[in-house]
Nanobody, 124 residues
Framework: QAQLVESGGGLVQAGGSLRLSCAAS????????MGWFRQAPGKEREFVAA????????DYADSVKGRFTISRDITKNTVTLQMNSLKPEDTAVYYC?????????????????WGQGTQVTVTS
């Protein structure tokens, strides 16, 4: 059973940057596709970014493309989401997730393990 822990959230002004990290324990992430999702109050959890098992294939939601960058470090068993040019509409709880049965996915139910989330708040 993999345990995922996110860190790096916080309060930032519009136009600023944050770097989220997801660390895993209990299982190596090398066999998993990884994703970042977010959920704002009163809204459904939505896809943000995903990276394939080897890191060679990456996907972004249109709303973050060109501003966010997902990466993974197999040796450190971590996944990172670099968020630049943040907007107030990026405000949400951000979740890291791992999917064992797919190559890469945007779909919430295809992910097997989830972190507890980290709050990102962007002020105007």
């Amino acid at each position: 059973q993999a345990q995922l822990v996110e860190s790096g959230g916080g309060l930032v002004q519009a136009g600023g940057s944050l770097r989220l990290s997801c660390a895993a324990s209990g299982r190596t992430l090398s066999g998993y596709a990884m994703g970042w999702f977010r959920q704002a109050p009163g809204k459904e959890r939505e896809f943000v970014a995903a990276i394939s098992r080897t890191g060679g294939n990456i996907d972004y939601a249109d709303s973050v493309k060109g501003r966010f960058t997902i990466s993974r470090d197999i040796t450190k068993n971590t996944v990172t989401l670099q968020m630049n040019s943040l907007k107030p509409e990026d405000t949400a709880v951000y979740y890291c997730a791992a999917a064992g049965a797919v190559w890469r996915s945007r779909v919430v139910y295809e992910y097997d393990y989830w972190g507890q989330g980290t709050q990102v708040t962007v002020t105007s």
